[in-house]
Nanobody, 123 residues
């Protein structure tokens, strides 16, 4: 069974920074996508940032929502199946529950979610 555990959320003032961590454990393909999503009250869950593990001949890639480009950075430690989200210059509209997801094909499509961590940006 795959487990996904997030940590690092909290309360921060506008302009501040937070770093989220997500660790996945269990039987996980080395070729995977780890991503951060968020869901604000009354809104749909949206992709914030994603990172692919890469293959034997190519490195991984990253993708960001337009609203966080230049402020958030996703990084990962493939050996530990861990992904991080460094969030700088936080805004009130970044307030949401942040969820980590890991997805891969082995042999069919699999997708696992963490329980979520609250990020609140307020003065």
């Amino acid at each position: 069974q795959v487990q996904v555990v997030e940590s690092g959320g909290g309360l921060v003032q506008p302009g501040g920074s937070l770093r989220l961590s997500c660790a996945a454990s269990g039987r996980i393909s080395s070729t995977n996508v780890m991503a951060w999503y968020r869901q604000a009250p009354g809104k749909q869950r949206e992709l914030v940032a994603a990172s692919t593990s890469g293959g034997s001949t190519s490195g991984g890639s990253t993708e960001y929502a337009e609203s966080v480009k230049g402020r958030f950075t996703i990084s990962r430690d493939n050996g530990k199946n861990t992904v991080y989200l460094q969030m700088n210059n936080l805004k009130s509209e970044d307030t949401a529950v942040y969820y980590c997801n890991i997805a891969y094909v082995d042999p069919w499509s699999r997708s696992y979610w963490g329980q979520g961590t609250q990020v609140t940006v307020t003065s």
